[in-house]
C-alpha cells in the first residue's frame, strides 16, 4: 500500500516530511508498541517497508526508527511533540505523521486494508 493511502486512512498529518517520494513508496507491513525495547528485539526484517506506529512521542521513538533503518513514523492518540523533539526529528530524517487514532485502532485499521504484521523472531517470543 502507498504511504499516501495509509496517511489518507489513518487521517494522519504530516509533522516532518524528509522525502516526498515517501508518499509513492509501497509499505507492506507495521508494528505498533510503546517499547521501543520491544521494536528493537522483535523487528527482524522488513524495516524498509515497514510502517512503527507509537504513542511513544520522546527522542527514543527517533532513536529506535533510526538505528531499525525505519523511515515511515506514525505518532498515535493525537500526542503533540514538544519543540525538542520536533527540531530533532529533521537530524533523523524519518518520515513523521500523527493520527488520533489509538494504536489499537491505527493497526486495526491498516490490518483490514492489507497491510500485513511483522514477523517477529519467534524464538525470543519462546
Known amino acids: 500500500m502507498k504511504a499516501k493511502e495509509i496517511v489518507e486512512l489513518?487521517?494522519?498529518k504530516a509533522i516532518?516530511?524528509?522525502?516526498?517520494?515517501l508518499l509513492e513508496k509501497d509499505y507492506n507491513f507495521a508494528f505498533s508498541s510503546d517499547l521501543m525495547s520491544d521494536c528493537l528485539a522483535l523487528i527482524s526484517h522488513n524495516q524498509s517497508?515497514?510502517?512503527?506506529l507509537t504513542g511513544l512521542c520522546n527522542i527514543q521513538s527517533l532513536r529506535t526508527a533510526e538505528m531499525l533503518d525505519i523511515d515511515f513514523l506514525v505518532?498515535?492518540?493525537g500526542k503533540k511533540l514538544?519543540?525538542?523533539i520536533l527540531e530533532s526529528i529533521s537530524e533523523f530524517n524519518i518520515n513523521t505523521f500523527s493520527t488520533a487514532y489509538t494504536s489499537f485502532e491505527a493497526s486495526?485499521?491498516?490490518y483490514t486494508n492489507g497491510i500485513?504484521?511483522?514477523?517477529v523472531d519467534k524464538e525470543i517470543l519462546s
Request: hydrophobic share 40%; charged share 30%; proline share 0%.
Open 116 to 119: 500485513k504484521a511483522t514477523d
Open 16 to 21: 516532518y516530511i524528509y522525502d516526498e517520494s
Open 108 to 110: 486495526g485499521i491498516l
Open 10 to 12: 489513518l487521517n494522519a
Open 75 to 77: 505518532i498515535t492518540r
Open 49 to 52: 517497508e515497514l510502517v512503527l
Open 82 to 84: 514538544d519543540q525538542e
